[in-house]
C-alpha cells in the first residue's frame, strides 16, 4: 500500500517532486505514465505524465487515470505536482485539471502553491516571483511552449477554471501558523472559493501549509510543499532510502531546454573544453538525418567523459525556427530529434544519462521504453539522478533536469557526484 499518491503534469517535475520526498527520508519509485503492472513497495509513486501541454481534455483524462490507480493503490492523499513557475497554455491545464481531481475526490477546499523558495520560487500576494523578479519579467516570458506574462496566479488560475472560485491565503495569515491556514480556507470556501492560492515565502510557510493540508485528499503545487510531507509521517532523511545501484557505461548529455540556465550550461561545458554537436531544426526540416549525424560524431567521443549533444538556442534563435516551422511543429522536430539521439547513445553504451528540458526528457525517456525509474540522491536543487532498468535488462542511470535548474556546471559536476557515490 502506498501512502502518498503524486500526479506530475511533466516528467523533469515528477522527478523534481520525488527527489524532494526522498530528501525527507521517503522510498520514491516514479513511473511514466500510470503502471500497467505492479509496482515495488515504497512510501510514494509519482506517476509523470506529459500534459502539460496537452490539450485539455486529454489531461483532463490521464490525470485522471493516474488518480485512479493511486486511489486503487491505497493513496489516502493526492498531491498534482504542478511547474514551479506555473507553466501552462492560456486554456489549462491546470485548472481543468484541478477541478476534474477535485470531483474525484471530493476534496472541498484545494491549496494552490507553486513555490519552491530553495530555488528562488515564492509567493507574495498571490504574485510568483523567480528570484527577485516577478514571472512576467523572468525569462519565463520567452518560453517556446508555455510563455508566463501574467505574475498574479489568482487571476491566472482563475481564468483556467470553469467551475471553481479561486482566493488567495495572504502571508499575513500563512504566518499564524497551520490553524490560521485553515481557518481562512474554511471561510474562503464559505464564501464560495474552494480553490485557495497560498502566499508561501519561505520553507515555514511550506511546513506550515503542510501541516495544514495534512488531511487534505488533494494538494496542488510546485515540489516544494513536498518537503513538509515526509516528517509528519513520522519519516527522517535517510540514505538508504536514496541507495542506486552501481553505475556503468559512457556518458552523456542531451539538452532541448532554451531556458537561460540551459544556455548557460551549455556555453560553460563547451569553453570548458567538452565536446558538444549542435542540433540544428532547420536542418531536420529539411530532411538531412541529423540524429544519424549526431550518433556517428558522438561514436569515437564516447567514454568517461560526456559528450554533449544540444537544440539549446537562445530566444531570437529559437523564433526564428518557430516562424519558419510553427511553435508546435519545431517542438515535437526537435523533441523526436533529441529522442532517437538519446536512444541511439544508450545503443551505442552509454549508461549514464543527462536530459535537459521536460519536454526534452518526455520524448526521450519515452524513446527509452522507461517505465519505472527508483530515485536517488539529489544534484542541484530540484534534480536528482535516478535509476531505471531497460526492457533488455540492462541498467541506465538518469538526470532528468528541468530547463530552469541547476547551476551552470552541472553538465559535468553531475557526473563527478555519481562516480563518487558508486566509489563511496
Ligand atoms: P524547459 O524545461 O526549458 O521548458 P523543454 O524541453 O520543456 O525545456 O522545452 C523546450 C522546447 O523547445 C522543446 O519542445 C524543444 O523541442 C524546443 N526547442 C529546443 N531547441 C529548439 C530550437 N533551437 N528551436 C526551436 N525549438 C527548440
Request: glycine share 10%; net charge negative.
Amino acid at each position: 500500500m502506498i501512502d502518498l499518491g503524486c500526479i506530475a503534469d511533466d516528467f523533469t517535475g515528477a522527478t523534481d517532486l520525488a527527489n524532494n520526498l526522498v530528501r525527507g527520508g521517503m522510498r520514491v519509485i516514479q513511473t511514466i505514465g500510470v503502471p500497467d503492472g505492479p509496482v515495488p513497495d515504497v512510501d510514494a509513486v509519482v506517476v509523470a505524465l506529459k500534459s502539460r501541454t496537452a490539450p485539455v481534455d486529454e489531461a483532463v483524462s490521464q490525470s485522471l487515470a493516474a488518480a485512479r490507480w493511486l486511489r486503487a493503490q491505497g493513496a489516502q492523499q493526492l498531491y498534482f505536482k504542478v511547474c514551479s513557475t506555473f507553466d501552462s497554455t492560456p486554456r489549462g491545464n491546470i485548472g481543468p485539471v484541478t477541478e476534474a481531481l477535485m470531483e474525484l475526490t471530493g476534496a472541498e477546499f484545494v491549496p494552490v502553491t507553486p513555490a519552491f523558495p530553495e530555488t528562488g520560487r515564492t509567493v507574495y500576494h498571490g504574485h510568483l516571483f523567480v528570484g527577485d523578479v516577478l514571472l512576467s519579467d523572468s525569462s519565463m516570458r520567452h518560453h517556446p511552449l508555455t510563455p508566463m506574462t501574467d505574475a498574479n496566479l489568482v487571476r491566472v488560475m482563475q481564468a483556467q477554471c470553469a467551475r471553481e472560485r479561486v482566493g488567495l491565503i495572504p502571508q499575513a495569515v500563512v504566518a499564524r501558523g497551520a490553524w490560521a491556514i485553515t481557518t481562512r480556507a474554511a471561510a474562503l470556501q464559505a464564501a464560495g472559493m474552494r480553490i485557495g492560492i497560498v502566499d508561501t515565502v519561505d520553507d515555514t510557510a511550506l511546513h506550515l501549509l503542510a501541516e495544514a493540508a495534512r488531511d487534505l485528499p488533494l494538494v496542488v503545487a510546485g515540489s516544494g510543499l513536498a518537503i513538509g510531507l515526509p516528517a509528519l509521517r513520522g519519516l527522517s532523511p535517510n540514505a538508504a532510502s536514496a541507495a542506486l545501484p552501481p553505475a556503468r557505461g559512457s556518458a552523456a548529455v542531451v539538452s532541448g531546454s532554451c531556458s537561460s540556465a540551459s544556455q548557460a550550461q551549455v556555453a560553460a561545458f563547451l569553453s570548458a573544453d567538452g565536446s558538444g554537436f549542435a542540433v540544428d531544426p532547420l536542418r531536420v526540416a529539411q530532411g538531412h538525418d541529423v540524429a544519424g549525424e549526431a550518433l556517428a560524431w558522438a561514436a569515437p567521443r564516447l567514454g568517461a567523459a560526456p559528450v554533449l549533444v544540444y537544440a539549446t538556442a537562445e530566444p531570437a534563435a529559437v523564433q526564428r525556427v518557430q516562424a519558419q516551422l510553427g511553435v508546435e511543429q519545431a517542438g515535437a522536430l526537435v523533441e523526436q530529434t533529441l529522442a532517437r539521439i538519446a536512444q541511439g547513445l544508450v545503443a551505442q553504451g552509454v549508461g549514464r544519462l543527462v536530459v535537459a528540458g521536460g519536454e526534452t526528457s518526455g520524448a526521450c525517456v519515452q524513446a527509452l521504453g522507461v517505465r519505472q525509474m527508483r530515485i536517488g540522491r539529489q544534484i542541484d536543487p530540484g534534480v536528482p539522478w535516478c535509476h531505471s532498468t531497460l526492457a533488455d535488462g540492462s541498467g541506465l542511470h538518469l538526470a532528468l533536469k528541468s530547463g530552469n535548474f541547476g547551476g551552470v556546471d552541472f553538465f559535468t559536476r553531475a557526473f563527478t557526484l555519481l562516480d563518487a557515490q558508486a566509489v563511496a
